[in-house]
């Protein structure tokens, strides 16, 4: 990431995004879990899910045909993320490095 970048990303953000979406993403950082959202208690998830935890995305199910771009300097996707989209799913028809 440009570090000197900084301001111009955050002066845009939480822009076209809520609250929700954003600790949304959190969680996920927290819990390293590809997972719908937790809304903090097994009775507020029963509510929604019909469980008491949020389940687990299934990415594997996805067969819609999908490129893949990716860097070793996106600070949103590290290696691991990647491994885990590569050996999921289904339907890769393009996938491209981007050097950093």
Sequence with gaps: MNNSRMPVYLSHEPDGTSVKNMIHYAQG????IF??????????NQLHYNQTTPPEYNIHAVKIPTAIFWSSDDWLADAIDVAYIFDN??????EKYVPG
């Design 29 to 32: 950082v927290q819990t390293n």
């Design 89 to 94: 799913l289904q339907n890769i028809v393009y």
């Design 35 to 44: 997972r719908a959202y937790d809304y903090g208690s097994p009775q507020k």
